[in-house]
């Protein structure tokens, strides 16, 4: 995969120096007022950062949910009822469209295929609505998905991926649909290969699928913490070490075990606004480790809107620029509290192979809905998990808004694919402030370092079985640097939809012989130990990172599995 630095990128940094010089000032002082405001600390702010680069003008439709596939693809999902996109169908076929709500006749796809190394699409095949669905790639690598709008409330969609020379495309089961309609929920994979599926759009419950006769079951939690505007769906949901859950809704939170269905732990309320749908928040699950055994977990969430800027959508109020994180497994947790250098609301958090969180996408006014945000955040942020003395990196800007229904993943090589935004009803290209985008953009952390001295992953194993020890050969193409430290993360490959991405996690497994001998040889073997249990790792597919001094190679798969 190449790594080109566009001619235009480089003018960009230097004709913008002086706006962004602007730029830095104002958002320094704004930092102090929000310091002065809020009590908190001072995040030591740098400005600058990163490569966009813009991949495709046209990918076909907007993305409203996408997930990067075992073999790199990734799939945007966008839904029916939306009118025409910019992609239509291969051979002619059309949709029943006796139901949609704007076409006679859907000749267009409402997913599309990308694949990165060749930077293309292919249309792919949609029949029922998917709007505010959700989803989770199970053990052999099928992206199973569920529930959506209309017509597609209850149905479960497979999409069993393949590689490039081959032609792979959704499937609409036949055989299972859910037990209740549901949108806006969120799924996770669970350590049995199966997935829970949580709440959503005036459901209080969960349910499993498949199912093993447990039927829908009633969590309370899920009908107290819904508010006037809701602010509870696509709730944050964190598969622990433990088994249990970790579940967010508005602003409160819950160990949950579902075999007994019974809430293990309550939280403390965040302090500040909501930070579920439609307020628009979002989570992650910060990186578990082999350094404490996989025991400590730490849950952060940042940003959310206004309590009523949902239902006074006019008045757009600013998004929150707080980030709270909680040490689920303290017995007295408290939320520790973080000043955000730019206030948001529909952010992606993505957790990054170096461990740091990426905070991408979204808005600084508003909430969640048609229509309802302003004020596009326009550079990303970067959460440095482990610098408490210098939280947040301002990186460059983009020139897209990626507001509502707008989508954040972590590719292969590094790179963060941006798809999507489109903040109308019906797909609607012209003659409003913020039209339905159908552009790619793809965004290089300055992680991403010079291809001579990235290190390439040679031999991996394609399976790794728990608690076992495995090893990576890799060439190493800078050995005389003096201080090398490596590290061997696995990422999983999320569903990513309204600001969450649903099953994220991150994993840095134990280097059993860390000490790299020999300056002289470029190739180098490593041995590595497995996730322990499949609580820590449900069993999937993981993109595999070897980090030099911080910097990660290109990604390999793995399929993580019980022996
Ligand atoms: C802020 O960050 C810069 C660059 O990382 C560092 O040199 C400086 O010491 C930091 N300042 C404080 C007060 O932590
Ligand atoms: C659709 O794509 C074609 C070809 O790229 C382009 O000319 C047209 O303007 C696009 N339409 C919209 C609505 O973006
Ligand atoms: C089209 O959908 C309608 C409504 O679901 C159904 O009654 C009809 O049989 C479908 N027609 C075809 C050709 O699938
Ligand atoms: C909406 O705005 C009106 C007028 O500013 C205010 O009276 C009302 O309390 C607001 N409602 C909510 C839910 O915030
Ligand atoms: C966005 O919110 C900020 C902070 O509340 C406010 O000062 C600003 O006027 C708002 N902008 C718009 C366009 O409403
Ligand atoms: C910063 O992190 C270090 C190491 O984790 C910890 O010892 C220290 O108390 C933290 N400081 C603050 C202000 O949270
Ligand atoms: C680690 O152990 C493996 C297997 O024993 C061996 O092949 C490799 O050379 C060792 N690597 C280092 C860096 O010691």
């Not at 076409?103 to 292919?122: F, G, I, M, Q, W």
């Not at 990186?287 to 757009?316: E, K, M, R």
């Not at 952010?347 to 808005?363: K, Y």
Request: net charge neutral; proline share 7%; hydrophobic share 35%.
């Amino acid at each position: 995969m190449r790594r080109r630095r566009p001619a235009t990128v480089s003018k960009f940094f230097v004709g913008s120096k002086l706006a962004l010089t602007v730029i830095i000032l104002v958002l320094v002082q704004t930092s102090i007022l929000l310091k002065q405001a809020e009590g908190q600390n001072v995040s030591n702010i740098t400005t600058g950062g990163g490569i966009w680069e813009l991949l495709l003008t046209n990918a076909g439709i907007p993305s409203m949910h996408s997930a990067v596939t075992r073999y790199g693809s990734v799939v945007l999902l966008d839904h029916t009822n939306v009118g025409a996109e910019n992609i239509t169908l291969p051979g002619g076929k059309c949709r029943n469209t006796t139901y949609d709500l704007v076409l006679k006749e859907d000749c267009y796809a409402h997913s599309v295929l990308y694949s990165p190394t060749t930077n293309t699409v292919r249309p792919l095949t949609i029949l029922t609505d998917t709007w505010c669905s959700a989803g989770q790639f199970v053990s052999d690598g099928s992206l199973v998905q569920t529930g959506g709008g209309y017509e597609g409330q209850q149905k479960v969609r497979i999409f069993k991926p393949c590689s490039t020379n081959q032609v792979c495309d959704w499937v609409e089961s036949t055989t299972q649909t859910l037990q209740f309609p549901r949108w806006y929920t969120t799924n996770q994979l669970l350590p049995d290969g199966r997935q829970i599926l949580v709440g959503g759009k005036a459901a209080f419950t969960v349910e499993f699928l498949p199912s093993n006769n447990e039927g829908l079951v009633e969590l309370p939690f899920l009908q107290q913490t819904n508010d006037f505007e809701d602010d509870n769906w696509y709730p944050f949901v964190h598969l622990l070490p433990t088994g249990n859950l970790y579940i967010f809704a508005n602003r409160d939170s819950i160990i949950y075990n579902y075999k007994t269905n019974t809430v293990v732990k309550q939280f403390p309320q965040i302090p500040g606004n909501p930070r579920n749908y439609p307020s628009a928040g979002s989570s992650v699950m910060l990186p578990l480790t082999y350094s404490d055994g996989y025991v400590g977990v730490q849950i952060l969430v940042c940003g959310g809107a206004q309590l009523g800027a949902y239902v006074n959508h006019t008045s757009q109020p600013g998004c929150s620029s707080t980030c709270g994180k909680i040490t689920v497994t303290d017995p007295n947790p408290v939320w520790a509290m973080e000043t955000m250098p730019i206030p948001r609301c529909m952010g992606d958090m993505i957790l990054l192979p170096d461990q740091n969180v990426l905070i991408i996408n979204g808005a600084q006014n508003g909430s969640q809905g048609w229509g309802y945000a302003s004020v596009p955040a326009f550079n990303p942020v970067l959460y440095q998990t482990y610098n408490n003395q210098s939280r947040f990196l301002i990186f460059e800007p983009t020139t897209t808004p990626r507001m509502y229904h707008s989508t954040a993943n972590l590719l292969q090589d590094g790179r963060i694919l941006l798809a999507g935004s489109n903040s109308h009803q019906y797909n609607t290209f012209r003659n409003t402030p913020f039209p339905t985008v159908l552009s790619l953009e793809a965004f290089s952390p300055p992680y991403i370092v010079d291809v001579d001295q990235r290190t390439i992953i040679q031999i991996l194993p394609a399976q790794i079985s728990y608690q076992q020890s495995f090893g990576i050969t890799f060439w190493d193409p800078n050995p005389g640097a003096p201080t090398v430290t490596l590290s061997v993360v696995l990422t999983s490959a999320p569903f990513v939809t309204h600001s969450f991405a649903q099953g994220q996690r991150l994993l840095v497994l134990d280097i059993v012989n860390a000490t790299v001998p020999s300056h002289i040889t470029r190739k180098k073997s490593i041995t590595v130990m497995a996730p322990p249990n499949s609580a820590v790792a449900p069993p999937a597919y993981y993109m595999l990172w070897l980090l030099k001094n911080g910097a990660p190679s290109i990604a390999r798969w793995v399929q993580v599995l019980q022996a």
